[in-house]
């Protein structure tokens, strides 16, 4: 039986399947609307999925399920966004002859998202270069400034599942987009509210050629030292990625051997048939790393993730390979820094979310440290950064040349770090040992809670706030921050974070990028053995509490 709501929902569609350069969404979605007609709930269900709203600029820009409808990525929104963005960029700078760089990776549709951005630019009279193929997100980031361009976009969804695409919008300083930039293009955007009204170029957009891979590799090889030792067996997987070709190229101008790959994983494809999540982090994604790692002997296995912007590390520990956690690469990295020298004023940061241990070393050596909210939009805007990462297994190396995370400098200065630890007989791991006895074990956990509707997220966030804990794995709670109303000078964010009477830190926080809640946890105790009894009991009673109704 028809309702004035689904009613609406089809005369919705029906203008949108109007607006769609797309034949294949079009049909994709007329099939829906056939079925919503005829009283399908199914259906109608989905046309209200994919008509709750146009996606909007978050964490990573744009990001979301390929499909028809406001709340997919598609060529429309795609469309739409670009418009808003050459709008917003015209009025801010002054002049109508905006320059933008467009970068794609290797995803559903990412080559067709990016010629459409570009002939959107030129329609609006502006000056659009492409990247030549699909290539890492540091490659375009390094691009922005590297070519003097306004601005720059990333058809990305990085390590998000294979269904999904994105949109990563980066300013003209080379960092991503913050507040209030995100709500002034989302209000550009809405003075397009149909693609079929946005002129497009049929050409005039200037397709780029590999010598920004050159220019990219000569500056990244720079974070090393050119006589630093290189005697290191590296394994490396690419996870159906773009980052395999420049990983090789780089490590090979770096002085080198080419890293071992992991074959099955080398090439990209948007599918990533051999992994159920494209992301280091998930268990199993670098299985066939560590494996290849155990056939061949290798020193040391770097991941990373389809756009190349994340760098996972594992070494061999007691017979087996471990998975570093991204707060250990980031502990590493800082100490490499620290050892070869900062010049002053330079100042090292992380996320909230990130481990204490780096501003304890920080501090230890004089150098400034700083906490930012999660997000490398924020980390690499740190005033006088020479140093930045996040838990996520994200790491600013080298400011000066890519003002984002990059996981191809960061893979290339933590070999040369473990390759001079090799010559003394020392490890990464002996250098953990060497933190910890320094500045006490700060171990460190996360999990999340998956969803797939947002509103269960807003309700344990408001039963949070409603039923704060009071005492946790049987110490008192003595602080609570909500995040929401700004904390420590930091911007408001939606998250509450806990401070237990032993130093034990928890922050909970809706993901930026993906359908769930995520929990951060860390502990502080001289006796590693009582941080991870504290840090299992800590988890288990936030696992509790954030469980969903």
């Not at 010629?115 to 492409?130: L, N, S, Y």
């Not at 500056?219 to 290189?230: I, L």
């Not at 570093?324 to 820094?337: C, I, N, T």
Request: hydrophobic fraction near 45%; proline fraction near 7%.
């Amino acid at each position: 039986m028809s309702t004035p709501a689904s009613a609406d929902l089809i005369v919705q569609a029906r203008d949108w399947l109007a607006d769609d350069p797309d034949a294949a969404t079009r049909a994709e979605l007329e099939k829906v609307v056939t079925a919503a007609e005829s009283g399908d709930q199914a259906a109608l269900d989905d046309l209200a999925d994919r008509f709750s709203g146009l996606l909007e600029f978050g964490t990573a820009g744009l990001r979301g399920a390929l499909g028809a409808g406001p709340a997919r990525m598609n060529r429309v929104v795609v469309i739409r966004a670009a418009a808003g963005l050459t709008s917003y960029l015209q009025q801010e700078l002054g002049k109508p002859d905006v320059t933008l760089v467009i970068g794609y990776d290797a995803r559903h549709h990412s080559d067709t998202f990016a010629r459409d951005t570009a002939a959107v630019v030129v329609g609006a009279g502006g000056r659009a270069m492409i990247l030549p193929h699909p290539l890492p997100t540091p490659v375009l980031a390094f691009m922005i400034r590297h070519l003097g361009a306004d601005a720059g976009v990333m058809v990305t969804a990085s390590h998000n599942p294979p269904q999904d695409n994105g949109y990563k919008v980066y300013l003209g300083d080379g960092s991503q987009i913050v507040p209030p930039a995100d709500a002034r293009i989302a209000d550009a955007i809405a003075r397009f509210p149909r693609a079929a009204d946005v002129p497009l170029a049929d050409d005039g957009w200037q397709t780029l050629d590999d010598d920004v891979i050159d220019d990219y590799v000569d500056a990244v090889c720079r974070v090393v030292q050119p006589d630093g030792p290189r005697d290191l067996a590296i394994v490396h997987t690419a996870l159906h990625g773009v980052g395999a070709a420049v990983v090789r190229k780089s490590f090979l101008q770096a002085g080198f051997q080419a890293p071992d790959p992991v074959t099955d994983q080398e090439q990209p494809d948007p599918d990533f048939p051999t992994v159920s999540f494209p992301n280091p982090e998930e268990p199993g994604a670098i299985d066939h790393a560590l494996a290849l790692a155990e056939r061949t002997g290798a020193d040391l296995v770097i991941a990373n993730d389809p756009d190349a912007d994340r760098c996972a590390v594992a070494v061999p520990r007691d017979g087996a390979w471990t998975m570093l956690r991204g707060d250990e690469v980031g502990a590493l990295l800082g100490a490499y820094l620290l050892e070869r020298g900062v010049a002053p004023g330079a100042c090292f940061a992380n996320s909230i979310v990130s481990s204490r241990l780096l501003a304890a070393m920080a501090r230890a050596a004089g150098v400034p440290h700083a906490e930012t909210l999660t997000g490398f939009k924020w980390i690499s805007r740190v005033p006088g950064l020479a140093y930045g990462y996040e838990e996520a297994l994200g790491y600013c190396v080298d400011p000066a040349a890519v003002r984002d995370k990059d996981g191809i400098s960061a893979a290339l200065l933590i070999a040369e770090f473990a390759a001079g630890l090799k010559t003394t007989g020392r490890t990464l791991d002996d250098v953990l040992a060497d933190l910890a006895a320094a500045h006490g074990t700060h171990a460190t956990d996360s999990f999340s809670v998956r969803v797939t509707d947002l509103a269960v997220i807003g309700a344990i966030m408001a039963r949070l706030r409603a039923e704060p804990p009071q005492v946790v794995a049987r110490r008192q709670v003595v602080r609570v921050d909500d995040l929401a109303e700004g904390a420590g000078g930091l911007p408001p964010t939606e998250g509450l974070r806990y401070f237990l009477d032993d130093d034990t830190r928890v922050i909970v926080r809706p993901s930026g990028t993906e359908p769930k809640l995520k929990v951060y946890l860390e502990t502080i105790d001289a006796d590693p053995a009582m941080a991870a009894t504290k840090l299992a009991a800590t988890r288990a009673e936030f696992e509790r509490l954030t469980a969903p109704a």
